[in-house]
């Protein structure tokens, strides 16, 4: 499952549903909520954190300078991001890794130790606020930027989203001066401590060669599937509550979802050995990551806004999981064609263009030159 694009899709088909009430429309919510939100971005964010250290590596290698080279990914990254942003998808996570990336450069020669301490102290802190916003919640306190959209906001801005190209924009403009806020107080901590926890992992060496053993994956799984769902349970069945509710089952998933997110890992990696298969198609498809994730706010953009067929507030909970599985696997067959003959996504190529300049890429993001590999 296309977790990105169902986020995106989410988004963009509606943020007031009214039409879609039926019991497989809310199993498909729950089914989301329970097994998919806040949970794949901590799992991308930890390789994010971990790929710092594969970096570092890969620029002593080659005698480069790693602070310039680093920053100049991060401003791309930046720049691909905001007009994501803008154009596309105000909840873009590619601004949020930017941001967050300089933290890391910062913290790069950080101890093991430290970085799970400080990982952990960001995560209970977080779990802490959210808990203080309930309480806030509880007592009648207005909390601008931070409460979901009313029924009436809403439907307005379905009717934006479904617009011209002037009202998609100008309604992301909007949005995104409330999601910063969001992203600020709240994601960018959780994506820097799952961030640090990749890059503590890097440090140690835990993915390196054969990667974990059997029995620590095990391990991983018997821990992090009965507490991580225990806590997806508890945000499950509190998210449509209220705020005082959705604010605590936020704390819940902020303390657990490590966890979940830890042992969908852990069984990816004991299945891919036993799927290759599988573990090929994923590999296409990971090798053009940032072209696929953007390629899929653009297939939502035309599928669900006013830049194409307009389908905000019409397609249900079930169709949109369709459609994100339908799109993952076209893109799994496009990404396999594309490299074939590219040695780059063209969103790869644009990033190491701003990345390294002309000596970063050898090629456009048309032929290979002869070798296939990232």
């Known amino acids: 499952m296309n977790i990105a694009f169902l986020a995106s899709g989410y988004r963009m088909a509606g943020l007031a549903e009214p039409g879609f009430d039926g019991a497989a429309d809310w199993a498909v919510r729950w089914g989301v909520t329970l097994l998919v939100e806040n949970k794949f971005y901590l799992l991308f964010s930890f390789?994010?954190?971990?790929?710092?250290?594969?970096?570092?590596?890969?620029?002593?290698?080659?005698?480069?300078?790693?602070?310039?080279?680093?920053?100049?990914?991060?401003?791309?990254?930046?720049?691909?991001?905001?007009?994501?942003?803008?154009?596309?998808?105000?909840?873009?996570?590619l601004t949020t890794y930017a941001v967050v990336g300089v933290a890391l450069l910062l913290l790069r020669r950080i101890r093991i130790r430290t970085a799970l301490a400080l990982s952990a102290a960001l995560t209970g802190l977080l779990a802490l606020g959210f808990l203080a916003l309930a309480w806030l919640a509880a007592h009648g306190v207005d909390l601008p930027g931070v409460a979901e959209h009313p029924p009436a906001q809403a439907s307005e801005v379905d009717r934006s989203l479904s617009g011209s190209a002037a009202q998609i924009v100008g309604e992301h403009l909007r949005e995104l001066s409330v999601i910063v806020v969001r992203r600020v107080l709240f994601q960018a901590p959780a994506v820097l401590a799952a961030c640090l926890l990749g890059l503590a992992a890097g440090r140690a060496g835990l993915l390196a060669g054969s990667g974990p053993r059997t029995a620590t994956l095990r391990r991983v799984q018997w821990i992090g599937f009965p507490v991580g769902l225990a806590g997806a349970l508890v945000a499950a069945m509190s998210v449509w509550d209220g705020p005082v509710h959705r604010f605590a089952g936020e704390a819940a998933t902020l303390l657990t979802a490590p966890l979940l997110a830890a042992a969908y890992g852990a069984t990816l990696l004991r299945l891919l050995p036993l799927l290759p298969r599988l573990g090929r198609a994923l590999a296409w498809a990971g090798r053009m990551a940032l072209t696929n994730y953007l390629a899929q706010s653009l297939v939502c953009s035309l599928i669900f806004t006013g830049y194409g067929l307009a389908l905000v507030d019409r397609v249900g909970p079930p169709l949109q999981v369709a459609i994100a599985a339908a799109v993952f696997a076209a893109q799994v067959v496009v990404s396999r064609r594309w490299l074939r003959a590219h040695r780059y996504g063209p969103a790869e190529w644009l990033l190491r263009r701003l990345t390294y300049g002309g000596a970063g890429v050898r090629s456009r993001p048309g032929r290979s030159t002869g070798s296939r590999t990232v």
């Open 47 to 93: 390789l994010f954190g971990y790929s710092l250290t594969l970096q570092i590596g890969s620029a002593a290698g080659r005698g480069l300078a790693f602070t310039p080279m680093f920053l100049r990914r991060l401003a791309g990254l930046f720049l691909i991001g905001a007009a994501h942003a803008v154009l596309l998808f105000p909840g873009d996570i």
